[in-house]
């Protein structure tokens, strides 16, 4: 939901039709002579053209959305879940014209006011100039002393009349000048307020993420993370990779290279640093085992024989899992575009720290990637869910969800939330 904008002050230019005195308002407040001095308005410039990008920005972005739910990656998407992510997509991008043409509105009285607050500052200066070039002296508020002494009667009351218009023309200007001010953030606010009343409620009947039916609780009744979890997220963190270290890995693990090729190898030292056991052994079945076995030993038994095909092959990985009841998919969701993804979705999925994600790729809809879900952070802005990897040689630690590549979005590329079973969960 959008946060409502906390706006403050300026002044409001006179339009077309009316002149600075029907602006002015002869009540109220009256400013102190360095309160005038130093009345300053490039917050509200800043803010003018901050907003003007803000609602741009807003427009192009919800608008590649939705050009991206009618045809994600060029191919034609059909089907209960394409015409409710369509229809999302089409109502939120409605909304965002309607309060990006709020902001624009504000920011153009932004930018007159800023512009109009120093025109009432110049005369309420220009006032205060001309009383104290006629020998007077203006204090701080605003009134007016008079040092020069004469003995002439007449001499005498013309100073104290001319003091009094002084004061007069002062204090006007100078009230002219707040009211201005007040009127703008009236006007600032006014024009804000559709930004309080907009919200993007997530509708469990046009959710993009499907939920399949299990709904992954903490892991404890309180709350807590398993001591078995936090064994698999610490060996994550740690191997993931870093900024200095891209390329970290353990070696008492083989590593299948930079060009992505490790993700479930790494996936599955994160399983089995979290306490599943190893199934099977290569020795009952030659080549790397067959699809209920999963294990790692460096070949001790058959020399090439060091690991079945579970345990490093995405699609094999997640058949495993899956099938044999140590995790069960909690949630699917299409990858049209990396724009049009719900940075929280494996989240709202039902996924815990510690759980895995597996991608199918644009290709042939094939799992062809490994993740694993490790918790939220805040990047750029926004809350997102974030996963530990290996995938390319590059810094794998927290990276957001969403995948980068042209790979895993668009054609036949979706995503699937694996809750896992650790012991003691």
Excluded at 62 to 72: D, E, H, R, V, Y
Excluded at 363 to 370: L, Q
Aim: charged share 25%; with cysteine; hydrophobic share 40%.
């Amino acid at each position: 939901m959008c946060q409502p904008i906390a706006v403050r002050t300026s002044i409001l230019r006179p339009r077309a039709g009316r002149s600075r005195c029907d602006v002015a308002v002869v009540s109220g407040r009256i400013p102190s002579l360095s309160q005038i001095t130093e009345w300053d308005t490039r917050h509200l410039e800043v803010a003018a053209t901050s907003w003007s990008v803000t609602a741009q920005q807003w427009e192009t972005h919800f608008s590649a959305i939705n050009s991206g739910m009618l045809s994600p990656g060029g191919s034609k998407w059909e089907g209960s879940a394409a015409e409710a992510a369509q229809d999302r997509a089409w109502t939120d991008l409605t909304k965002v014209r309607g309060v990006a043409e709020a902001v624009r509105g504000a920011s153009e009285l932004a930018r007159n006011g800023a512009d109009d607050i120093a025109w009432a500052r110049r005369q309420a200066l220009a006032a205060i100039a001309e009383a104290e070039e006629s020998g007077f002296v203006v204090a701080e508020d605003l009134s007016i002393s008079d040092p020069v002494s004469t003995s002439l009667l007449h001499e005498s009351e013309s100073r104290r009349e001319q003091a009094r218009e002084f004061a007069a023309e002062i204090g006007s200007r100078a009230r002219v000048l707040a009211s201005l001010d007040d009127a703008v953030a009236d006007s600032i606010a006014a024009a804000l307020a559709p930004l309080r009343e907009v919200s993007f409620n997530e509708a469990t009947d046009t959710n993009v993420v499907h939920q399949l039916g299990f709904k992954a609780a903490p892991a404890r009744p309180d709350g807590a993370l398993s001591d078995a979890r936090r064994r698999a997220i610490e060996y994550a963190d740690h191997w993931a990779g870093s900024a200095d270290d891209p390329h970290r890995a353990n070696p008492e693990y083989e590593n299948f290279g930079d060009g992505g090729g490790d993700c479930t190898n790494f996936a599955s030292q994160v399983m089995r640093a979290g306490g599943l056991k190893d199934v099977g052994n290569g020795i009952d079945d030659w080549h790397r085992g067959d699809a209920d076995d999963w294990y790692y030993n460096n070949g001790i038994h058959f020399p090439w024989n060091d690991r079945s095909n579970t345990w490093s092959v995405a699609q094999a990985n997640r058949d495993f899992i899956v099938n044999s009841g140590r995790g069960n998919v909690v949630g699917t969701a299409p990858m049209p575009t990396r724009a049009a993804l719900d940075p929280l979705a494996p989240s709202k999925a039902g996924l815990v720290p510690g759980d895995l994600i597996y991608y199918h790729d644009t290709a042939t809809g094939t799992i062809n990637h490994t993740a694993v879900y490790v918790g939220q952070e805040m990047k750029n802005g926004r809350l997102v869910d974030v996963v530990d990897q290996h995938a390319n040689g590059d810094n794998n630690f927290h990276n957001d969800w969403m995948p980068d590549g042209s790979g895993f979005t668009g054609g036949s590329a979706s995503v699937e939330f694996v809750h896992l079973h650790y012991p003691g969960d």
